[in-house]
């Protein structure tokens, strides 16, 4: 089994910044790829960024610029740092790891910004 716990979401004013984190533990295999994704009320969970096993990322287009995704391999945690924010971006942020074909997600944290 492998196990995901976000951290370092909370309340911030726009244009602020936060910095989540989301640590690995369990039967943890080299090749796979890590994302976040975000949830907002109402709304269907959306892609934020993936990073594989080699660092490479990818973004959701409208928020390229603004939000930077990060891994640490020696430490099993996945970062995503979120910089000049906006109301918009309130939303529970998942984790999501993506190894030997299967998923795994972990409990989310919430991010409110406010205006």
């Known amino acids: 089994q492998v196990q995901l716990v976000e951290s370092g979401g909370g309340l911030v004013q726009a244009g602020g910044s936060l910095r989540l984190s989301c640590a690995v533990s369990?039967?943890?295999?080299?090749?796979?790829?890590m994302g976040w994704y975000r949830q907002a009320p109402g709304k269907q969970r959306e892609l934020v960024a993936t990073i594989g096993n080699t660092g490479i990322p990818t973004y959701a287009a409208s928020l390229k610029g603004r939000f930077t995704i990060s891994r640490d391999n020696a430490k099993n945690t996945i970062y995503l740092q979120m910089n000049s924010l906006k109301p918009e971006d309130t939303a529970v942020y998942y984790c999501?790891?993506?190894?030997?074909?299967?998923?795994?997600w972990g409990q989310g944290t919430q991010v409110t910004v406010s205006s």
């Open positions: 369990g039967r943890i295999f080299s090749i796979n790829v």
């Open positions: 999501k790891r993506v190894q030997e074909g299967y998923e795994y």
